[in-house]
C-alpha cells in the first residue's frame, strides 16, 4: 500500500494493533527499509495505539525500549548495531519472548524473519512511502487480512 505521508505510516500502525489479538504476547512483527525509512514511526503509532501516552524514543543506542502495559510487555528492537545472533544474547533476547516484539533491521539476523508473524516492508516512494505487508506464520497472515480489505 502506499503511505503518502507519516500521518498514512501511523495510520497503518494503528490498524495493525486493531487486529493482533489483545493479549499479543509472543507475536513479533518486524519492520524492514532502509535508513529513514519509518521503521520507527510505525512502530512509535504501535506503542500509543497500545495505550502509551509518554514518550516513544527510538532504540537505536539502547537497542532495546521496553514497555509495560496491564497484560503483556512491549519490547520496541533496533538490531541496526548487532553484527550476528550471538550478540543477541546481550540483550536478553529469550526474556522478551513473552512480549509484543516490535523489532527493526531483523535482516541483521540471519534467520529471524523466518520467526516472526508479520513482516512490514518499507520503501522510499516520491515523497512517500510504501508498505509490503508479509504473513509469515499462520496467525500472522490470518491477522493481516482485515488490515488489507
Ligand atoms: N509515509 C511517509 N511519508 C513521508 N515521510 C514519512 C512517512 N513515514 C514516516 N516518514 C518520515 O520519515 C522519517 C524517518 O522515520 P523513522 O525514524 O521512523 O525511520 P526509520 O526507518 O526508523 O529509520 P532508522 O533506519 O534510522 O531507524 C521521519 O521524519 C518520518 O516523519
Ligand atoms: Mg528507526
Given at each position: 500500500?502506499h503511505l503518502a505521508d507519516e500521518a498514512a505510516?501511523?495510520?497503518?500502525?494503528?490498524?495493525?494493533?486493531?487486529?493482533?489479538?489483545?493479549?499479543?504476547?509472543?507475536?513479533?512483527?518486524?519492520?524492514?527499509?532502509?535508513?529513514?525509512?519509518?521503521?520507527?514511526?510505525?512502530?512509535?503509532?504501535?506503542?500509543?495505539?497500545?495505550?502509551?501516552?509518554?514518550?516513544?524514543?527510538?532504540?537505536?543506542?539502547?537497542?532495546?525500549?521496553?514497555?509495560?502495559?496491564?497484560?503483556?510487555?512491549?519490547?520496541?528492537?533496533?538490531?541496526?548495531?548487532?553484527?550476528?545472533?550471538?550478540?543477541?544474547?546481550?540483550?536478553?533476547?529469550?526474556?522478551?519472548?513473552?512480549?509484543?516484539?516490535?523489532?527493526?533491521?531483523?535482516?541483521?539476523?540471519?534467520?529471524?524473519?523466518?520467526?516472526?508473524?508479520?513482516?512490514?516492508?518499507?520503501?522510499?516512494?516520491?515523497?512517500?512511502?510504501?508498505?509490503?505487508?508479509?504473513?509469515?506464520?499462520?496467525?500472522?497472515?490470518?491477522?493481516?487480512?482485515?488490515?488489507?480489505?
Amino acid at each position: 500500500m502506499h503511505l503518502a505521508d507519516e500521518a498514512a505510516t501511523e495510520k497503518l500502525g494503528r490498524d495493525l494493533i486493531a487486529v493482533l489479538p489483545e493479549d499479543s504476547g509472543g507475536w513479533m512483527i518486524l519492520m524492514q527499509g532502509e535508513l529513514g525509512a519509518g521503521k520507527s514511526t510505525l512502530a512509535r503509532s504501535m506503542i500509543r495505539a497500545l495505550g502509551h501516552h509518554g514518550k516513544v524514543p527510538s532504540p537505536t543506542y539502547t537497542l532495546v525500549e521496553p514497555y509495560r502495559f496491564s497484560d503483556m510487555m512491549v519490547y520496541h528492537v533496533d538490531l541496526y548495531r548487532i553484527a550476528d545472533a550471538s550478540e543477541l544474547e546481550f540483550l536478553g533476547w529469550s526474556d522478551l519472548r513473552d512480549g509484543l516484539l516490535l523489532v527493526e533491521w531483523p535482516e541483521r539476523v540471519e534467520g529471524l524473519s523466518e520467526r516472526g508473524d508479520v513482516l512490514i516492508n518499507l520503501s522510499y516512494r516520491g515523497d512517500g512511502r510504501n508498505a509490503e505487508i508479509t504473513g509469515i506464520s499462520q496467525r500472522g497472515r490470518e491477522a493481516i487480512h482485515s488490515v488489507l480489505l
